[in-house]
Each structure stands twice: as structure tokens, then as C-alpha cells.
């Protein structure tokens, strides 16, 4: 594990131990119905342009700052109405500048119908029930953060609130952990190594041959311009999470509409 997922955990483990888990969990199961993020992100037909899960990332740990002042609630409206199929929001406060209460504020204050994935460092129940009560219609968890044991507890209690878990791996040892989840949906590839940051999109299209029919892909990190996505979209990959390259571009309704229109050549 790299040492900075270390860190984030050590963080992660202290903020739930503060958490009134049963409280959280009554308020999540007395949320309205979650959207259907995996219909939304997945291709019906390989000639179907691939699915954006657009990020709202003010930083991270890895390139600091990234955009410390943007209209958060403002963006995510760009996001739909440029072509967006979902929202990713970072929640994480002390390494990303996230906040949770963005999710409510997505979901409840503006006209914003698309789903919303809860992008963050989940390690308890009670961070799903947030989840769930905060308004999203799924949330994260990531293989390399969890024993395969507690991975498989997390997805089951996702499920059971109504949430569509994004399974995110990084390397072939973790897919197979991820593969051998019960009912497991969605699986996220991505393509920053946790030791050393590098990205390469081959990560993803070395993995995909081997995940099943039937289950939705995703590919995250490195992902910048519409030749990133025609690669990943020949290689058959569902959707793209990207946070970065929309984030800091100087046009992001522009850059969406680029990244959300790319069908496979082939």
C-alpha cells in the first residue's frame, strides 16, 4: 500500500470513530430512491459514445491545487448540460478540499437529474449511509483500501441502501479480488500506479479482456483529450471518470462536450 493511502486511512479511521452510525443509518434509509447510475454510465452498443463521469475535484494530493475557487454547484450544471452521464463529487476534506455537503446541495438545490458517485475513502458502513443520505446513487470502494472480506461486507450493505458501488482496482491481483465480489456491477480501472503516481491508460486496456460481460467498466485517471478516450473506447471500455483534464481546462463546457462525444472506430 503506498504510503499515501496509508496516511489518507489513518485520517479515514479517525474521522469514523466520530460518526453516529446509527443515526446515519436511519437517515440514510429514510432518503428518497437513488438514480440508476449504472444504467447511466453504461454502453447499450459498441456504437454508443462512451459514458463521462465528470468530476468536481478542487485538489489532490498528488498535483495540489487544482481549482480552489470554482462554483462547485454551478460546475456540475455545466457538466449536464454539456453531456455529462454522471457526477463524481470528492467529499474528502483534509487531502482533496471536498466536502460532503456538496452531494445534498447537487442533489436538492440545483436542476441536476444525472447521478452522483461519492468519490472518497470508505472503510465503515457509516461512510455508506452518508452516502446514501447525503444523496448519492453510488459510492466508491477501493480494492488496494480494504480486505477482501470487508470489501465484500461494504459492497453488500451499498447494495442493500440502494447505492451502486464503484469497485476500483489497479492492478491484475486486485481485479481478481474484485471479481470474486458477490453481484459486483460496476468496476473502476485505474490508471495511477499508488506507489509511484505515474499513469498510463494501458493499465486499463490490459485489464479489460479480462472482466466479464455484464459487468459495467470504467476507466479513471489520465485521461485528458478525445484521443485518450478513442483508445479506451476501442479497447471497449464503458466510461470514463475524469476530474483533471475538465477541471483545469480553460473551457470546461467545451471540454466536456470533447470527452462525452467519442464513439469507437471499430
Request: net charge negative.
Amino acid at each position: 500500500m503506498s504510503d499515501i493511502l496509508s496516511t489518507i486511512l489513518d485520517q479515514k479511521r479517525v474521522e469514523v470513530a466520530l460518526l453516529d452510525k446509527a443515526n446515519l443509518r436511519q437517515l440514510a434509509f429514510a432518503a428518497p430512491l437513488q438514480r440508476d447510475f449504472k444504467a447511466a454510465i453504461t454502453r447499450k452498443t459498441q456504437s454508443d459514445a462512451v459514458r463521462l463521469i465528470a468530476e468536481l475535484k478542487r485538489a489532490s494530493p498528488s498535483k495540489g491545487l487544482l481549482a480552489p475557487n470554482i462554483d462547485l454547484l454551478d460546475v456540475g450544471n455545466q457538466y449536464q448540460s454539456n453531456g455529462a452521464a454522471a457526477i463524481s463529487v470528492l467529499t474528502d476534506e483534509k487531502f482533496f478540499q471536498g466536502k460532503l455537503q456538496t452531494l445534498i446541495e447537487l442533489k436538492y438545490q440545483t436542476g441536476i437529474t444525472i447521478p452522483l458517485l461519492r468519490k472518497d475513502f470508505i472503510i465503515d458502513e457509516s461512510q455508506l449511509y452518508q452516502a446514501r443520505a447525503f444523496g448519492a446513487d453510488s459510492a466508491l470502494l477501493i480494492v488496494a483500501a480494504l480486505e477482501p472480506a470487508r470489501l465484500q461486507e461494504l459492497h453488500d450493505c451499498a447494495i442493500s441502501l440502494g447505492l451502486t458501488p464503484l469497485v476500483e482496482v489497479h492492478n491484475h491481483a486486485e481485479l481478481d479480488t474484485a471479481l470474486r465480489v458477490s453481484d459486483i456491477q460496476i468496476i473502476g480501472v485505474n490508471n495511477r500506479n499508488l506507489k509511484t503516481f505515474e499513469v498510463s491508460l494501458e493499465t486499463t486496456t490490459s485489464l479489460l479482456p479480462f472482466i466479464p460481460a455484464g459487468i459495467t467498466t470504467v476507466a479513471e485517471s489520465g485521461i485528458f483529450n478525445a484521443s485518450d478516450v478513442q483508445e479506451l473506447a476501442d479497447a471497449g471500455i464503458d466510461a470514463i471518470l475524469v476530474g483533471e483534464g475538465i477541471i483545469t481546462s480553460a473551457d470546461i463546457p467545451a471540454k466536456v462536450r470533447e470527452l462525452a462525444s467519442v464513439r469507437a472506430t471499430s
